[in-house]
T-cell receptor, first 114, second 109 residues
Framework: EPEVTQTPSHQVTQMGQEVILRCVPISNHLYFYWYRQILGQKVEFLVSFYNNEISEKSEIFDDQFSVERPDGSNFTLKIRSTKLEDSAMYFC????????????FGPGTRLLVL | KQEVTQIPAALSVPEGENLVLNCSFTDSAIYNLQWFRQDPGKGLTSLLLIQSSQREQTSGRLNASLDKSSGRSTLYIAASQPGDSATYLCAVMDNDMRFGAGTRLTVKP
């Protein structure tokens, strides 16, 4: 069964560094998403992406963040100048045709900012 | 701003019991509601999606209902098994997806 994959599974970085989290959505899906879950807190929506542009973004998704689909398979989240509070699990998800269909989540990347 | 609440926060039941998890949301203008399962340290697995025009969805031992006007959904699990132990999240979709904090379910053998 097709699934969303994410790399790396774990990332440790120093405060102020840039990180790029990578995702490979399910191949025929058109909508892509990033979410984060700070330890012990709710899953929070960051951004949705469709047709090579941002469809929706939350108040969390400020200028520190950016997303890109650099090729036909990868979908990336870049976090510039990381802060301690960026430490979280980051989930990528995709859905087939529209944003109100079932979203399929990847296993997540655990980011630790020291 | 949409707020999603799940009650109870934790639930422990003996194997074989039927159980109900509750989800409430503050703004009824949603496109759909989705129930997920999350195992410790893992990603989210979609269980059921109910469109705003639907009242319920069933998959195996799971049944989810939606009462959009009252802002409530329930997830019914029949004949619970130890393998059902996980955190169950509900999420509503309006312009983006808003999650509840989850119900941590433990099914004891």
């Amino acid at each position: 069964e097709p699934e969303v994959t994410q790399t790396p599974s774990h990332q440790v970085t120093q405060m102020g560094q840039e990180v790029i989290l990578r995702c490979v959505p399910i191949s025929n899906h058109l909508y892509f998403y990033w979410y984060r879950q700070i330890l012990g807190q709710k899953v929070e929506f960051l951004v949705s992406f469709y047709n090579n542009e941002i469809s929706e973004k939350s108040e969390i998704f400020d200028d520190q963040f950016s997303v890109e689909r650099p090729d036909g398979s990868n979908f990336t989240l870049k976090i510039r100048s990381t802060k301690l509070e960026d430490s979280a699990m980051y989930f990528c998800a995709s859905s087939l045709l529209t944003s109100d269909e079932t979203q399929y989540f990847g296993p997540g990347t655990r980011l630790l900012v020291l | 701003k949409q707020e999603v609440t799940q009650i109870p926060a934790a639930l422990s039941v003996p194997e074989g019991e039927n159980l109900v998890l509750n989800c409430s949301f503050t703004d009824s203008a949603i496109y759909n509601l989705q129930w997920f399962r999350q195992d410790p340290g893992k990603g989210l697995t979609s269980l059921l999606l109910i469109q705003s025009s639907q009242r319920e969805q069933t998959s195996g031992r799971l049944n989810a209902s939606l009462d959009k006007s009252s802002g409530r959904s329930t997830l019914y699990i029949a004949a619970s098994q130890p393998g059902d132990s996980a955190t169950y999240l509900c999420a509503v979709m309006d312009n983006d997806m808003r999650f509840g904090a989850g119900t941590r379910l433990t099914v004891k053998p």
